[in-house]
């Protein structure tokens, strides 16, 4: 039975979003909590998460989200990721003061909104553009 609900879900793209996002998110903050604990500082560790997530999140994303796997996609791909590094940036270095400096937990908090504002740009600017036919 549960095996059923799951491939009934998997039919709506939000459910695929919410189960991939998941995956690279726990990717993504992976990454960037390693890196802090390896001692860099914020903002290079956001960078490098970030570029390793890009091509990571590119390919799950494109196939089981979008269900677009068009590699040509990776420019628009790149520019989401690039506005999403600086709001990310930005976000943790608001929240680090509420938390008073604990970068894992201002890292977790900025992953939210981001995390949102990614799939918004990713599914009317990258993947499904004109209602799933891209621009040639």
Request: glycine share 8%; with cysteine.
């Amino acid at each position: 039975m549960p095996k059923r609900i799951v491939k009934h879900f998997w039919n709506y793209k939000f459910f695929r979003f919410l189960i991939i996002g998941v995956i690279n998110t726990v990717f993504g903050y992976g990454v960037f909590a390693f890196l802090i604990y390896i001692g860099l500082h914020y903002t290079l560790a956001v960078l490098l998460g970030t570029i390793m997530g890009i091509l990571f999140n590119f390919k799950t994303l494109g196939k089981f989200v979008f269900r677009n796997c068009k590699n040509r996609l990776i420019f628009r791909f790149v520019t989401v990721y690039f506005v999403t590094y600086w709001l990310n940036v930005f976000l943790i270095s608001v929240f680090k003061d509420i938390v008073e400096g604990n970068m894992y937990f201002a890292g977790f908090l900025a992953t939210i909104p981001v995390s949102v504002l990614a799939f918004l740009l990713n599914k009317y600017f990258v993947f499904d553009l004109n209602n799933g036919k891209e621009y040639d």
